[in-house]
Every structure is written in C-alpha cells, then in structure tokens.
C-alpha cells in the first residue's frame, strides 16, 4: 500500500518511514502542509499519516481542504495535540482517526491495517480469496494452506489485489499503489510480477482482461469464506 507521510520532525521522519517500509508500505513524505497538500490531492495514496503542526499550511487546513475537494482518502492524524478539543477538531475536519505522540509504532501500524481494510470494504483482519488467504498482520500468505514464498513487491502486489478481489484493476493503479512518485511508470515490472505471481497462486486465479487490467478472482468450485 502506498503512504503519504506529512510529518516535520526530520528524526521522526526518517523513523516512521523506515517502519512503514519494514511492514511493506510505500511511503512519500512531505515536511510542510504545501507539499501535503499537493500530494494529496494529486497523488492516489491508500492513507495518509498527518502532522497537524506542519509549517506553511497546518493540519487541520490540510485536511479541510482536501475534503472539501472531495478526496476521500482515509487520514490518520498523529500529533503531540492530546487535548479534547483538538481531537474533535480533527475528526470534524475529516480525519478517520488520531493517535496522539508519544505512541508505540505497532499500535499505528494496527490502525493503519484497520483503516485500508475498511476503506476497501473489508471487516475481517484477515482476506480470503478462495484458496489464497493473507494476513496483513504476520505479511503471510498461503494457497489451500500451503504457505507462500513471496518477494516484497510480489506480496504487496497480492495484497492490493486481494483487498480489491473481483474488480478489474488498471495497470495504472497498480503502479500508482505500489510504487512511490518517483518511480518509471514506463516500466513492465508490473507485468514481470504478476506473471511471477500467477505461477505461484495458480495462473486462472488472475484474470487478464483485454485493454482494462487484472481481476483475482477465486476458482469456480472455490467459496471466499473464512
């Protein structure tokens, strides 16, 4: 999943980024509430990680903004603004959830899982497509309960898919989730993958549809039930 991370605090900055890296997220980072704002309404990020003290353009302004504009992506707001009211200011300008600094990083982590889960309409931790099931929480994946052995890029190519199972999805939106903004997007290493993974999950669980994109999708005789 690709993270827009809108954080000032340099050490802090770097920290965050490496975590969300080691638990395969792809991260962008904006150090001032102008670049935030720019990336966020001009990039598709899964969610976005929020300073409300940001330089040039605080938070809160960020935030109304881009809800304002009609972007919907869900925003966690992490700040060292504890009290009550700030919380309220928060969520009343959009945010979809706010964790206050000091924090431990597991429990954002969680929350970050419960808020790209939800925003794809899954409530169970745990995604199931037929054979194929996946925990976000252990970066585990299996087919009829023989565990797979997965590259980084071909897990989070296998969780994006699987979170939006039985839907068509552009080439575009993959590298546009998977990839941070600085990436070739001229590149077939989409197509590379996904030929790597369709060997390892079973080549007629991914469906090429001509000119639009990938659906995954289960076997006919497969039910996606936990």
Sequence with gaps: MRILLAED??????????????????VDHAPDGEEAHFLGDTEPYDCVILDLGLPKIDGVSVLERWRRDGKTTPVLILTARGAWSDKVSGFDAGADDYLTKPFHTEELLARLRALVRRAAGHAQPLLVCGGVRLDPRAARAS??????????????????????????????????????????????TIEVFMGRLRKKIGTD????????????????DEVSEI
């Design 143 to 188: 087919v009829n309960g023989e565990p797979l052995r997965l590259t980084s890029l071909e897990y989070r190519l296998l969780h994006y898919m699987m979170l939006h199972q039985n839907r068509v999805i552009s080439r575009t939106e993959l590298v546009e989730h998977l990839y941070d903004q600085d990436f070739d997007r001229d590149s077939n």
């Design 205 to 220: 669980r991914i469906e090429t549809v001509r000119g639009l994109g990938y659906r995954l999708k289960p076997l006919h």
């Design 9 to 26: 605090d340099p050490d802090l900055s770097r920290q965050l980024k490496s975590s969300l890296q080691d638990a395969g997220y792809v």
